[in-house]
């Protein structure tokens, strides 16, 4: 199977600044690794992924960086905002096709104050 | 394009009691997924089809517990006899070849 560790659980910015959060996972065939931002009482939301034939992806303000070596993964909010305060879930699956047998990380509160 | 859509959206049973819940995926995604999340914790695997057939069904509590998406479109994951540690959303995703789409779940309390 595969673990997913994500840290830190609860993160606490100031706008304008960076966040960033951490996730490791033990299966090294391991090949699709999405993030997921979550509001409460909604579903999660793919925001950004990566897939292991990359080593860098950035959509807007989003950096997620993939280190395959030290099965470690992680994502990188810049210039954040109060709309950026959500569940961020990390998670990773050895995929095929249209099979995505996600392993999600506990998840990380982030809060952005003005 | 519609979401994946679930009903109901929020469950209060007592214990003991069973609860269906539906999902419709997105149009023209053969994978279906069923995930349980618990307050304030990620989304946990249940079991998932590849249209009609049953992939994975190795975290689903089979004695109480069980899943069916006889045309290969809408599924339902029916618990009998809930307990209180199956307080918790319950979340209907699905997928084509490319990422994971989420519904946005069934609140079950179980008192």
């Known amino acids: 199977g595969e673990q997913v560790e994500q840290l830190p659980s609860i993160l606490r910015v100031q706008e304008r600044s960076s966040a960033s959060i951490n996730c490791t996972y033990e299966n090294s065939a391991s090949n699709y690794f999405p993030w997921y931002k979550q509001e409460p009482g909604e579903n999660p939301k793919l925001i950004i992924d990566i897939r292991s034939n990359m080593e860098r992806k950035q959509i807007q303000g989003l950096i997620v960086l993939l280190d395959k070596k030290a099965k470690r993964f992680s994502l990188h909010i810049t210039d954040t905002q109060p709309a950026d305060s959500a569940m961020y879930f990390c998670?990773?699956?050895?995929?095929?096709?249209?099979?995505?047998?996600?392993?999600f990380g506990k998840g990380t509160l982030l809060t952005v104050t003005p | 394009e519609a979401g994946v859509t679930q009903s109901p959206r929020y469950a209060v049973l007592q214990e003991g009691q069973a609860v269906s819940f539906w999902c419709d995926p997105i149009?023209?995604?053969?994978?279906l997924y069923w995930y349980q999340q618990p307050r304030d914790q990620g989304p946990q695997l249940l079991v998932y089809f590849r249209d009609e057939a049953v992939i994975d069904n190795s975290q689903l509590p089979s004695d109480r517990f069980s899943a069916v998406r006889p045309k290969g479109t809408n599924s339902t994951l029916k618990i009998q006899s809930a307990k209180q540690g199956d307080t918790a959303t319950y979340l209907c995703a699905s997928s084509p070849p490319g990422a994971v789409f989420f519904g946005k779940g069934t609140r079950l309390t179980v008192v």
């Open positions: 149009s023209g995604h053969d994978t």
């Open positions: 998670a990773a699956s050895k995929s095929g096709g249209s099979n995505y047998k996600l392993t």
